[in-house]
Every structure is written in C-alpha cells, then in structure tokens.
C-alpha cells in the first residue's frame, strides 16, 4: 500500500468507525467534528495539525508521530500515548476529556494542558519539564518518578504529588493545591 501525504487540507464530519483513514503523512491539516472512536491510526504522521471536536476515545496511535499538535474540544478516553512515537513535540490539549489516558514514559516537554480532564491519567516516568496544566482536574492521575519541574500546577486540581518520588524543582503549585503535595502523610489542612 502506497502512503499518502496530504498537506493543508480540510477534513469535517469524517467518520473513520467503519473505515481507516489513509496510511501517509498529514501536514497543516485540521480536522474537524471526525470521529476516530476505536480507529487505528498507527505509523501515520501528523505535523502542525489540529483537531477540533473529534472523539479519539480509544484510538491506537502505535508508532504514529505527533508533532506540533492541538487537541481542542476532544474526546480521547482511554487513548495509550506511549504507544506513539517517543517524540512528541509541541502538544496542546484545550478542554480535551483524556481520562484513563496513558503518557507512561513520554518526553512531554512544553506540553499544555488546559482545562482538561485528566481523571485517572497515568504519568508514570514521564518528562513534564515546563509543562502547563492550567485549570485542569487531576484526580486519581498517576505520578511516579515523573519530572515536574518547572512545571506550572498552580491553577489545577486534585492532584497527588509525592514529592519524594517525583521531581518537582522550580515547579509552581498555588498555596490551595499545598495538599495535594502533602496527601501521603493524611493530614489535615485547614
């Protein structure tokens, strides 16, 4: 199979469930109101493409490269990013559902994350340096020896953050989030 590259074009209103979308690579591309639930999207290339009120719940991204991505308005439950290629660059995720997400081991420099749901998101060992969760619940999210540093924390929610197991150098938290730091010693702060 021959793949495609596609380049500045326009997709609305797809519906890849009963079919695949074609192997090759997607540069300047915005796709919008598409359902990708289920589909896989492996070893394809995106750059500097958007995707706009899509569902990616469940979507398999194995090997697929990732650069210069926003996600906003999306659906992506359940989707296994460490399955792309390792090097993600430059992703945004704007009002993005990701819950039951998986960033297990990414390199997620700079990434944005920006009033998103991130229920039960595994951070495992991931690289978060200088990352933005701006207005973002992190409830039962998971991070282990994950690098925070520099990251900015100060206006998310629920989170717990060991210190002692995550690096978390210059990173900024706000004084309401201090006990999502201090969740291991169950104490109360009042």
């Known amino acids: 199979m021959n793949k495609v590259y596609i ?23 915005t796709f919008t109101n598409c359902n990708f639930s289920n589909s ?6 995106f750059a500097n493409c958007q995707f706009v009120n899509c569902n ?17 308005d999306c659906k992506l439950l359940g989707v296994n990013f460490e399955r792309c ?19 297990y081991k990414l390199k997620l420099k700079t990434a944005k ?5 991130l229920h039960e998101v595994d951070f495992t060992e991931t ?21 925070l540093e520099k990251a900015d924390l100060r206006t998310a929610q629920n989170y717990s953050i060991d210190p002692e197991t995550n690096r978390i150098k210059k ?6 989030g201090l006990a999502g730091l201090l969740h291991k010693y169950d104490i109360i702060i009042e």
């Not at 994350?113 to 749901?117: A, E, Q």
């Not at 990173?171 to 309401?176: I, M």
């Open 85 to 103: 290629n390792e090097y993600l660059t430059a992703i945004c995720f704007e009002n993005c559902v990701l819950n039951l997400s998986s960033f």
């Open 56 to 72: 990616l719940s469940m979507v398999k991204f194995s090997k697929t490269v990732l650069q210069d991505i926003t996600f906003k």
């Open 171 to 176: 990173a900024k938290f706000s004084a309401n």
């Open 40 to 45: 896989d999207l492996s070893n394809l290339n």
């Open 127 to 147: 690289d978060l340096t200088m990352a933005l969760f701006e207005n973002c619940d992190l409830s039962v999210a998971t991070f282990l020896r994950t690098i």
């Open 7 to 29: 380049q500045d074009k326009k997709f609305d209103k797809l519906d890849l469930t009963e079919k695949a979308i074609d192997k090759g690579e997607y540069e300047n591309c």
């Open 113 to 117: 994350f920006k009033n998103c749901s």
